[in-house]
Structures are given as structure tokens and as C-alpha cells.
């Protein structure tokens, strides 16, 4: 069974970082878009960045020069690092992966908390 798990958020003062890790399992994600997903309370859930099969990568622009998403097709891995951050971006952030053919998977989400 295909599974997506999210670790690495946590609570951090603004202006400091932290690294997201999505470890998938089940099957081979190396020809599926990926990407990162946040959700704050009372907004809608909101693309923060994605990664084709190929590496081509897409940036919301409140993130970007700030956050670099990253895959490892061989360890099955998305990662997102994100540096300054402000307290704006807290929010739950979801792993995603789709597939034309397939479909789509989520992860069950890792909250990420700025202090200011």
C-alpha cells in the first residue's frame, strides 16, 4: 500500500529553519510530480512548491529564495528545506505525490510552528 509520511516540522523562532522530510513507501515515486502543501487555520490549502520526475521545480512566491524542495528518487524521499521563516508560514504542511495515470497521494501532514 502506496504511503506518504511527513517529519522535521516543529516549532522555530522566525528567521530561523528547518528541514522537511517525506519518506514514501510501497511504490516507486520517481515518475510522479511531487510536491509540498500547507494549510493554516481557516485558509485553504495552498501549493508551496513542486518537483517534476525530471527535477524542474515550482515556487509559490511568498516562498520563494527562501525554501528549496528536493527529491531523492533512490531512497523514495521529498525533502523541503526552509530558511527565514516568518511567521506566516505556519501552517500543517502535506507531502504530495500525483500521477496522470495513477492518481494522487497525501501525506497525513507535520505542523510547522514561527514564533515571532
Known amino acids: 500500500q502506496a504511503q506518504l509520511v511527513e517529519s522535521g516540522g516543529g516549532l522555530v523562532q522566525a528567521g530561523g529553519s528547518l528541514r522537511l522530510s517525506c519518506a514514501a513507501s510501497?511504490?516507486?515515486?520517481?515518475?510522479?510530480?511531487m510536491g509540498w502543501y500547507r494549510q493554516a487555520p481557516g485558509k485553504q490549502r495552498e501549493l508551496v512548491a513542486d518537483?517534476?520526475?525530471?527535477?524542474?521545480?515550482r515556487y509559490a512566491d511568498s516562498v520563494k529564495g527562501r525554501f528549496t524542495i528536493s527529491r531523492d528518487n533512490a531512497e523514495n524521499t521529498l525533502y523541503l528545506q526552509m530558511k527565514n521563516l516568518k511567521p506566516e508560514d505556519t501552517a500543517v504542511y502535506y507531502c504530495?505525490?500525483?500521477?496522470?495515470?495513477?492518481?494522487?497521494?497525501w501525506g497525513q501532514g507535520t505542523q510547522v510552528t514561527v514564533s515571532s
Open positions: 504530495n505525490a500525483r500521477h496522470t495515470f495513477v492518481g494522487i497521494y
Open positions: 510501497g511504490r516507486d515515486f520517481s515518475g510522479y510530480l
Open positions: 518537483i517534476t520526475s525530471g527535477a524542474s521545480t
